[in-house]
C-alpha cells in the first residue's frame, strides 16, 4: 500500500477553473510539501504545512492532521499552471527524516 | 546564485560504461539526496546524507554508489550502466522542512 496516494491522476480543465488536488497519507507525520514539476522538469517547492492552510497568490494548501489529508487549491486557474503537482509527506525514517513522494497529479488547463 | 547545481544535464551512456552525476549545494545544508524519476513515476530515493563522511541507502540504491567528502559535494556514481538505469536523476538538499533541487539530469543508457 502506498503511504502517500494522490487523486486524481490526471486533471484537464478549462482555464479560469478552480482546481483541487487531493491527498491522502498513512503515517503519521512531522510535515507536508506540495510541489510542483513542470514540462522542462524543475522541481519547485511551493508549500510546506504541518498544520491549517497556506496561501501564496492563486494557490491555496490546507491540511487535516486527524484525517491525514491535504488539499491544494489553483484559484483561477492559467494554462501556465499546467504542470504535476506533488505531495510529499515528511516523517521520520531510521532515525532520519526523509520524504516519501505521491506519484503526482499531472494537470492541464486549457485556453 | 544559490541554490543545487547539477552536471551533466544531458547524458548518453553505452551498457557497462561507468559515470559520476555531480551535485553541488552553497547553502551550507546538512542533508542532501539523490532521487531517480522514471517516465510518468515519482521520485525514488537513491541515497542520502545527513552529513559529511555520512551517507546511507534509500529505496532503490542497487548500481549506485555515493560518497559526502563535503558539506557542498554529493556525487552519485553509476558502475556498470544498465538499461534500466535510464531515467531523470534529481538532487536536492534540505535544512529542516525547506527542499531544494536541482534541475535533473536526464540519462539514457543504450
Known amino acids: 500500500k502506498n503511504e502517500v496516494e494522490q487523486s486524481p491522476q490526471n486533471l484537464t480543465a478549462q482555464e479560469g477553473e478552480f482546481i483541487t488536488i487531493n491527498c491522502s497519507y498513512s503515517v503519521g507525520i512531522s510535515a507536508l510539501h506540495w510541489l510542483q514539476q513542470h514540462p522542462g522538469g524543475g522541481i519547485v517547492s511551493l508549500f510546506m504545512l504541518s498544520s491549517g492552510k497556506k496561501k501564496h497568490g492563486r494557490l491555496i494548501a490546507t491540511i487535516n492532521i486527524q484525517e491525514k489529508h491535504s488539499s491544494l487549491h489553483i484559484t483561477a486557474s492559467h494554462p501556465r499552471d499546467s504542470a504535476v503537482y506533488i505531495c510529499?509527506?515528511?516523517?521520520?525514517?531510521?532515525?532520519?527524516?526523509?520524504?516519501?513522494w505521491g506519484a503526482g497529479t499531472k494537470l492541464i488547463i486549457k485556453p | 546564485n544559490a541554490g543545487v547545481t547539477q552536471t551533466p544535464k544531458f547524458r548518453i551512456l553505452k551498457i557497462g560504461q561507468s559515470m559520476t552525476l555531480q551535485c553541488a549545494q552553497d547553502m551550507n545544508h546538512n542533508y542532501m539526496y539523490w532521487y531517480r524519476q522514471d517516465p510518468g513515476m515519482g521520485l525514488k530515493l537513491i541515497y542520502y546524507s545527513v552529513g559529511a563522511g555520512i551517507t546511507d541507502k534509500g529505496e532503490v540504491p542497487n548500481g549506485y554508489n555515493v560518497s559526502r567528502s563535503t558539506t557542498e559535494d554529493f556525487p552519485l556514481r553509476l558502475e556498470l550502466a544498465a538499461p534500466s538505469q535510464t531515467s531523470v536523476y534529481f538532487c536536492?538538499?534540505?535544512?529542516?522542512?525547506?527542499?531544494?533541487f536541482g534541475s535533473g539530469t536526464r540519462l539514457t543508457v543504450v
Open positions: 536536492a538538499s534540505s535544512f529542516h522542512y525547506g527542499y531544494t
Open positions: 510529499a509527506v515528511h516523517l521520520l525514517l531510521d532515525s532520519n527524516y526523509q520524504l516519501i
